[in-house]
């Protein structure tokens, strides 16, 4: 087992929950992610492993409760993705209205500032910022490139 499910399974033991099998298939597909998952696409991958689609949530809902994975909800729709070693650095997400992709903004410009909008938060508000989501919603580069089509087409006609 390496070192980060080691980790990982010390955090679970100390809140007294088992670090069972399917515990450790469910982080360890978590932790290969490449993209955010939701509970059935986590599901589809650990089924083979003859983990159920309850246990697969359950797991998740812990996971939430322990800050080990963040949960993002997508037009009622739950995503999931590692807050600790899950190998993406600290990101800002971006969600598509035409398509619903999910894209992850690694700009250190944007970043720093989203830093500093926490750290202005605390200090003006004398409170601990724990967690920060940032959802941007808009048209990604691909539905944009064909929004600006369509609408030059219905120009023509």
């Known amino acids: 087992?390496?070192?980060?499910?080691?980790?990982?399974?010390?955090?679970?033991?100390?809140?007294?929950?088992?670090?069972?099998?399917?515990?450790?298939?469910?982080?360890?597909?978590?932790?290969n992610a490449k993209?955010?998952?939701?509970?059935?696409?986590?599901?589809?991958?650990?089924?083979?492993?003859?983990?159920g689609i309850a246990t697969v949530y359950r797991t998740l809902k812990k996971l939430k409760?322990?800050?080990?994975?963040?949960?993002?909800n997508i037009d009622g729709t739950n995503f999931y993705e590692m807050k600790i070693f899950g190998g993406r650095p600290l990101h800002i997400h971006f969600k598509c209205n035409e398509c619903n992709s999910i894209m992850?903004?690694?700009n250190r410009s944007l970043i720093l500032d989203y830093l500093k909008l926490n750290n202005n938060a605390?200090?003006?508000n004398n409170f601990t910022v724990f967690d920060a989501d940032i959802m941007l919603i808009g048209l990604c580069s691909e539905c944009r490139e064909k929004k600006i089509c369509q609408d030059q087409l219905n120009l023509e006609e």
């Open 1 to 31: 087992m390496d070192k980060n499910l080691i980790h990982l399974r010390n955090i679970i033991e100390s809140n007294g929950y088992k670090f069972t099998k399917q515990k450790q298939y469910i982080l360890k597909v978590l932790i």
């Open 35 to 51: 993209s955010h998952l939701s509970a059935e696409d986590i599901y589809q991958i650990v089924r083979v492993d003859s983990v």
């Open 122 to 124: 605390e200090k003006e």
């Open 104 to 106: 992850d903004i690694y």
């Open 65 to 72: 409760e322990l800050n080990i994975v963040k949960e993002i």
